[in-house]
């Protein structure tokens, strides 16, 4: 199948999809309530002085939300976080607590309710982005060889997430507060996009790996390459849908301005009815129309044009790529020899047995040996039977590596092999798809 009918995904060409997908414009009270309760914590200030963080957070509240949708959804995520903090019971202030009068009692609860729609909501977006990760990462694969290349990568992929969740882990045992931890995670996230980037033109990582992705469209390959490009052809899909989310960020931020400035005067002036109810009203249509948001953009996302199938694009099938076939004599064996030059390298296999004239599919025993420069040899995979087999291990030492299928305890039937190995170069860094906006 040839790929000659794919065409460059440019802005131009993004447009014409998007045109199909416009974006219900959000409620005017979005706007109006952010102003309010920015205003509402401005005259707070006159209670007490602001204080330093009050002032930071004032200043992020009123400037410029970051241009990227991903980085936005992320900065969603983190006020969340910083809001459910405040809100925690255990948090909230004395006079508070002690709910005296019915205003505590009510304002306790309007709490209560803001708590709840937050949380659900965080949980929302967590699911959310899991999913687009999945499904990019699931989609790029779709073009990878479906044998144990496939299975590297994605083993390299576990083995990078594992790693960064240890370096979130480490910070937030060494103290590092939700704005500590959201900044590591978006730098990490900055590092995949980046690996993304490195393999449209096969620099970095993917000067080990990009022979083994064989049948990506080049079209694919020139789009992920432009994917951090301010003027790239994601720039597109930030003007159209990048304000809605820019407006909510100023709304999120603004309820969690707000909600920190009377917490903490609330033992010098308690929330009035009216300022309540509009912090209420303020999380919920926040909630709806972030909800209403991750939606659509997931729906306009997942049949985006650069997310089409391997199938769709005409990739090659690699039901055959690369696999040799050999017929095993009875009391024989088939030998193969890979020579390794570094350490950390991957040798891999992936082999069946077919069916005979007899129509029976038999076992053969496989094990594989180190032999160093010297000549000593190594068992590193023990004798084993099988049927079919896809494995892969990483090498301490370099040298040769010899894999043996063994038809030597059989008197009578040879064995129909098909098997495909290779030594695998270190890779220093996981070849795994970035998230691509949003």
Same mark, same amino acid.
């Given at each position: 199948?040839? =790929?000659?009918?794919?065409?460059?995904?440019?802005?131009?060409?993004?447009?014409?999809?998007?045109?199909?997908?416009p974006l219900p414009p959000l409620p005017e009270a979005v =706007?109006?309530?952010?102003?309010? &309760?920015?205003? %509402?914590?401005?005259?707070? =200030?006159?209670?007490?002085p602001i204080t330093p963080d009050e002032e930071l957070l004032e200043q992020e509240a009123s400037g410029i939300p970051a241009h990227k949708i991903d980085e936005n959804l992320w900065k969603n995520r983190e006020q969340m976080e910083e809001i459910l903090f405040l809100l925690n019971k255990s948090r909230r202030p004395i006079a508070l607590k002690q709910m005296s009068t019915p205003e505590d009692t009510e304002t306790f609860s309007v709490l209560d309710d803001v708590e709840t729609k937050l949380k659900d909501m965080l949980k929302k977006l967590e699911q959310f982005q899991i999913k687009n990760a999945d499904n990019v990462f699931n989609t790029v694969m779709t073009y990878m060889p479906q044998d144990f290349r496939g299975t590297l990568i994605r083993q390299q992929r576990e083995r990078s997430e594992r790693n960064k969740q240890a370096e979130v882990d480490?910070?937030?045992?060494?103290?590092?507060?939700?704005?500590?931890?959201?900044?590591?995670?978006?730098k990490q996230q900055m590092e995949r996009r980046m690996q993304l980037a490195q393999l449209g033109s096969a620099t970095g990582v993917y000067k080990t %790996?990009?022979?083994?992705?064989?049948?990506?469209?080049?079209?694919? &390959?020139?789009?992920?390459r432009q994917i951090n490009d301010d003027n790239g052809p994601m720039e597109e899909q930030r003007e159209r849908y990048g304000p809605a989310l820019y407006t909510l960020t100023k709304l999120v931020l603004a309820i969690r301005l707000y909600i920190h400035i009377s917490l903490a005067r609330y033992g010098q002036r308690k929330i009035e009815k009216d300022d309540i109810a509009m912090l209420q009203q303020a999380v919920i249509i926040y909630t709806e129309e972030f909800e209403k948001f991750t939606k659509?953009?997931?729906?306009? @996302?997942?049949?985006?044009? @650069?997310f089409i199938s391997a199938e769709d694009a005409g990739a090659e099938s690699r039901n055959n790529d690369e696999y040799k076939e050999t017929i095993i $004599?009875?009391?024989k =064996?088939?030998?193969?020899?890979?020579?390794?030059?570094?350490?950390?390298?991957?040798?891999?296999?992936?082999?069946?047995?077919?069916?005979?004239? %007899?129509?029976?599919?038999?076992d053969i025993g496989f094990h594989v040996e180190y032999i160093s420069p010297s000549g000593e040899k190594t068992l590193i995979l023990p004798y084993r039977r099988y049927e079919a087999d896809q494995g892969n291990f990483c090498t301490v030492s370099a040298g040769s590596y010899k894999l043996v299928w063994d038809n030597s305890y059989s008197s009578f039937f040879k064995k129909n092999?098909?098997?495909?190995?290779?030594?695998? $170069?270190?890779?220093?860094?996981?070849?795994? $798809?970035?998230?691509?906006?949003?």
């Open positions: 199948m040839a =790929t000659e009918g794919l065409v460059p995904i440019t802005r131009a060409y993004l447009a014409r999809y998007y045109d199909k997908y =706007t109006d309530l952010a102003a309010r &309760l920015r205003g %509402l914590s401005r005259g707070l =200030t006159a209670v007490a480490a910070l937030v045992s060494a103290g590092g507060g939700i704005r500590d931890r959201y900044g590591l995670l978006w %790996l990009v022979r083994y992705l064989v049948g990506v469209p080049q079209v694919l &390959l020139d789009f992920i659509f953009i997931g729906e306009v @996302f997942v049949n985006a044009p @650069f $004599p009875a009391g =064996t088939h030998e193969v020899i890979l020579s390794v030059e570094a350490v950390n390298s991957y040798i891999a296999w992936d082999f069946c047995l077919q069916q005979g004239a %007899l129509n029976m599919v038999l092999l098909r098997y495909k190995v290779d030594a695998v $170069p270190p890779v220093a860094a996981v070849a795994e $798809p970035a998230s691509v906006e949003p």
